[in-house]
């Protein structure tokens, strides 16, 4: 009897070991696919592309061992850094951007309003559109030819713009497209802060006889923080990333003044085939947005007060 009762105790004690193990193993599980697609086509291709970045290698022949000259030339070529500075003028005026639009929209739709759902619909709608898409849509609205909008123009009698010809115009179309197309995605973060700000901070500012400014600027602005950094650094890293809207909305044009730094890269890489140049300024890159990430991390404290 004793040794039925000792089976049972010991039968049971492994079964129970067995379900901690499943359960302690499950959310690893959930994960794993995430993983996988992140180990596969991130963090490897950044490993082989940091390897190349040390060679000469066209994709074709067998690489050759050049240590540090590719950097060199990185460093030394003009058009890499005039690139990189369209970039940058390009980033100082959509990221201040995006986050005024959403941020000023979050705040009119976060209050009951009528048919607010169709609303933030509609303005968040665009950001699941493809950069191409997006960027072909454009263009049939800025075409200098054929775009709607110089129709319009023209039949009111203000004359065409060249807004895909004139350098001006064309970032200026490129800067409002990136924005029509982004400020969806961010408005719902600032939506998600603002809905975690206590009521009953701005319940008590409304007692004190606060302004509307006073309220925003007290109290909304510094419970944003970390939301804000989020937004400031994720708007930041697209704008470095931008290419494919750009590529179908103006091609880089004209001349060069929309070529950004992505698409000059993908420009050594594979229509010159020097891909260890174009992995040299890629880590390049990937340094330079670590570093402003690091640094607008530090200027706020990490989000925090």
Do not use: C
């Given at each position: ?302 989000g925090a007060d």
């Amino acid at each position: 009897m004793s040794q039925v009762m000792t089976g049972s105790k010991s039968s049971s004690r492994t079964s129970w070991k067995k379900e901690k193990l499943k359960r302690s193993l499950a959310p690893y599980l959930f994960v794993l696919p995430n993983f996988v697609i992140f180990l596969t086509f991130i963090v490897i291709p950044a490993f082989v592309g940091f390897v190349y970045s040390f060679h000469e290698y066209d994709g074709l022949n067998e690489m050759e061992f050049l240590g540090l000259q590719n950097y060199a030339a990185v460093l030394a070529n003009g058009e890499f850094w005039a690139s990189l500075g369209r970039t940058g003028l390009y980033a100082a005026v959509v990221v201040p951007g995006i986050y005024a639009l959403s941020l000023g929209i979050a705040l009119l739709l976060i209050r009951e309003v009528r048919l607010k759902g169709l609303f933030r619909a509609s303005i968040y709608w665009p950001t699941m559109i493809s950069y191409i898409i997006v960027g072909l849509t454009w263009k049939w609205i800025f075409g200098d030819s054929f775009g709607i909008l110089n129709h319009i123009l023209n039949t009111l009698g203000f004359g065409s713009i060249g807004w895909l010809t004139d350098p001006f115009y064309a970032n200026l179309s490129v800067i409002i497209a990136t924005l029509w197309s982004r400020v969806g995605f961010f408005m719902v973060i600032f939506i998600a802060g603002l809905q975690s700000i206590p009521v009953d901070m701005y319940e008590a500012s409304s007692l004190d006889g606060a302004s509307r400014w006073r309220t925003f600027r007290d109290i909304t602005l510094p419970m944003l923080k970390p939301t804000s950094l989020l937004v400031f650094m994720v708007a930041l890293i697209d704008a470095f990333k931008a290419y494919p809207l750009m590529f179908a909305l103006t091609g880089g044009g004209p001349g060069k003044e929309t070529t950004f730094i992505v698409q000059y890269i993908y420009e050594i890489g594979f229509s010159k085939q020097e891909l260890g140049m174009a992995s040299a300024m890629s880590v390049i890159l990937f340094v330079i947005i670590g570093a402003f990430t690091a640094l607008q991390f530090r200027l706020s404290k990490g989000g925090a007060d």
